[in-house]
């Protein structure tokens, strides 16, 4: 049975920037490096919004220790997940559409929340949850009666202070977000069940 690491708080976030480092001995032009040298042979997917797709695959070997790296390739819409330099696992992505890109760098993982919720896009719904605007951001007027309730984004993994994160959500292998990193479900769970706060991310 997966277990669910509790929520963090501030202080969590602010321990994971200050351990990133220790989570990862490797210099960062050895990390960069790493993420240059892997590469990512399925060609980009494309899908319409319609045509989710839940790719992806695990097969961490028994044993296997060592730093943690997820390396994100938003051309190619694959993120792949290596464990001592070694890759385990690789997930078809949905990364930040034209308008809301997903920004490019080294970032460590803050914290995480497993049932995490926008707060800044979601719908407008009624007293008792009808959907008003399906697709709403928290700021644009109210409809009457109306009550903002945030988009799901479980097993989320925070990247930034400024609202992107890597969560479960509709992947079809192209471009389609608000800027966060999109997984399948069963990736999404399984990257988060294995990804410690702290662990490195590099995004290209």
């Known amino acids: 049975m997966l277990t669910h690491p509790a929520k963090s708080g501030a202080a969590l976030a602010a321990a994971a920037v200050a351990t990133a480092g220790l989570l990862c001995s490797c210099s960062t032009n050895s990390v960069n ?7 990512f042979a ?17 097969d961490k070997p028994a044993g296997l ?17 290596y464990i001592a330099g070694r890759q385990v696992g690789w997930s078809a992505i949905s990364s930040g559409k034209a308008g809301h890109g997903t920004p490019s760098g080294t970032f460590p993982i803050l914290e995480k929340d497993i049932d995490h919720t926008s707060s800044t896009y979601g719908s407008a719904v009624d007293a008792d949850g009808n959907t008003l605007i399906a697709d709403f951001k928290a700021g644009d007027p109210m409809p009457p009666g109306g009550i903002y309730k945030g988009a ?53």
Request: hydrophobic share 40%.
């Open 65 to 81: 220790e060592g730093e943690h790296l997820i390396i994100i390739d938003t051309n190619l819409q694959q993120a792949k997940y």
């Open 33 to 39: 490096n790493l993420a240059n040298t892997y590469a």
């Open 42 to 58: 399925r060609p980009k997917i494309k899908l319409t919004p319609t045509e989710a797709v839940s790719s992806g695959h695990w």
């Open 152 to 204: 799901a984004m479980n097993f989320g993994m925070k990247l930034t202070n400024t609202g992107i994160w890597m969560h479960e959500g509709i992947v079809t292998a192209a471009p389609e977000s608000h800027g966060c990193i999109r997984l399948p479900r069963k990736m999404a769970e399984i990257f988060y069940e294995n990804t410690p706060v702290g662990t490195p991310v590099i995004i290209k």
